[in-house]
């Protein structure tokens, strides 16, 4: 097989890639039943190494190489393979250089991050469950199928990023000088991490000290965890309280059943809700709102709420921040995308389930008038992270100048 054949089925076979993961993307955004939406990810899966087979066969076997490819010889099927793969590649090297170009807005005015290794850390397997165990696979890695890829070499699921981000916001009430929140996203309780990994994380989190604790959705995977949530989350308690919107993964259970779970250990549900929050000193009221959509509820009502008031919005996904934007929210915080779970180096993250690809995957972006924060989360439904440590950050807001770059 020649180098230029085989060159050319590698690159438009990552093209094809890049073309089909930006067509699932948008399609798994959409509110599919859970089975719907992994037998279209499974079908994605395989037909990139179909795709691959075709194009050798088509390249190497039927037409011997780009020699017998001709306008007169090509059939509408082999165009619209080359068409996908080309397109795709070419998708690839914009992304690639978006990745590349990210920077934070310059309304973000300082960033403190930590990394803790929990494998590496003593008090991580020291507990009373695990009280005869120093082993950290033990500890924190739960049995049935997915252990092998928790246990993967160089997997990254069990590190956290831990950052204090400030931002100047322009709006932000004089009372309010230095609120400070700490957003939580996407633990999907399922057993392949164990309990203790997440009681470790809200320790981190408690250690935070935050004005408000904020959840942007995706708690569970398996109901039968239910009793995860008072040792965890539950533990969590701050100035301004705790509020909570659920997300896609708790769509597919039983959305009802872990709203009533999570209220009884006194988190605040605001989904389609605004609710007034007050410093306790002499000035304007701020409101946080909740949006669940487009899998439940529906946006919150802000006709009541003055056009001065500085806005919070708590959102599951980050495709809400158009609508978020024309409603004048200040902050919107979100996650649903993971950043990806798994980012190529130099090429970025390639899933992220959003109507706008891995655009919002994770990070800090301006839409004026609206600060987007868009949480990599703290696990997945699949206990994998490469070159995407799981995060819980700190957000402190001052008064100032809120500019895009």
């Known amino acids: 097989m020649s180098g230029l054949i085989l060159g050319a089925v590698v690159l438009l076979t990552a093209g094809y890639a890049k073309l089909s993961s930006m067509i699932l993307n948008r399609i798994i955004a959409v509110p599919f ?10 079908i994605q899966l395989f037909s990139m190494p179909g795709y691959a087979v075709i194009l050798l066969s088509v390249l190497y076997f039927r037409n011997a190489g780009f020699d017998g490819l001709t306008s007169q010889t090509m059939t509408y099927g082999e165009l619209f393979l080359f068409l996908a793969g080309a397109i795709g590649f070419g998708f690839l090297i914009h ?36 009280a005869a165990s120093d082993d950290w696979q033990t500890t924190l890695v739960g049995p049935g199928p997915r252990r092998k890829i928790a246990l993967l070499p160089g997997n990254q699921q069990f590190s956290l990023e831990v950052s204090t981000k400030t931002y100047s916001l322009n709006r932000l009430p004089q009372e309010w000088e230095g609120l400070s929140i700490v957003h939580f996203a996407d633990t999907h309780f399922r ?3 164990t309990r203790r990994y997440f009681e470790l994380i809200c320790e981190q989190a408690r250690a935070l000290e935050p004005d408000l ?11 039968e965890l239910l009793d995860w949530l008072r040792p965890t989350l539950g533990q969590l308690k701050a100035p301004l309280g705790q509020y909570f919107v659920l997300g896609n993964h708790d769509w597919f259970l039983d959305a009802n059943v872990v709203r009533q779970e999570y209220e009884r250990d006194g988190w605040m549900d605001i989904s389609g809700r605004c609710i007034e929050l007050k410093s306790g000193k002499s000035g304007p009221p701020i409101v946080i709102a909740g949006d669940e959509t487009p ?20 959102s599951h996904v980050p495709d809400n921040i158009y609508w978020a934007q024309k409603q004048k929210f200040d902050l919107m915080l ?11 180096p130099l090429l970025g993250p390639v899933y992220a389930p959003s109507l706008y690809g891995c655009r919002f995957a994770s990070g800090v972006f301006w839409m004026d008038p ?4 868009v949480s990599r989360g703290i696990s997945g439904r699949e206990p994998i992270r490469y070159n995407c440590i799981p995060e819980l950050t700190k957000l402190v807001l001052r008064r100032g100048n809120g500019l895009s770059r």
């Open 95 to 130: 992304s690639t250089i978006v990745f590349q170009r990210y920077r934070p807005p310059r309304c973000e005015i300082a960033n403190d991050s930590r990394i803790v290794d929990f494998r590496k850390s003593k008090k991580a397997i020291s507990s009373e469950q695990f």
């Open 33 to 42: 039943p859970a089975l719907t939406q992994k037998i279209i990810e499974i």
């Open 334 to 344: 979100a996650g649903h995308t993971h950043g990806g779970q798994i980012r190529l």
């Open 191 to 193: 057993g392949a991490v």
């Open 370 to 373: 609206t600060l987007l924060y």
């Open 213 to 223: 604790f904020v959840f942007s959705g995706d708690l569970f995977d398996d109901l």
């Open 295 to 314: 899998w439940m509820g529906k946006h919150p009502d802000l006709s009541q709420i003055p056009p001065e008031t500085f806005r919070i919005l708590l």
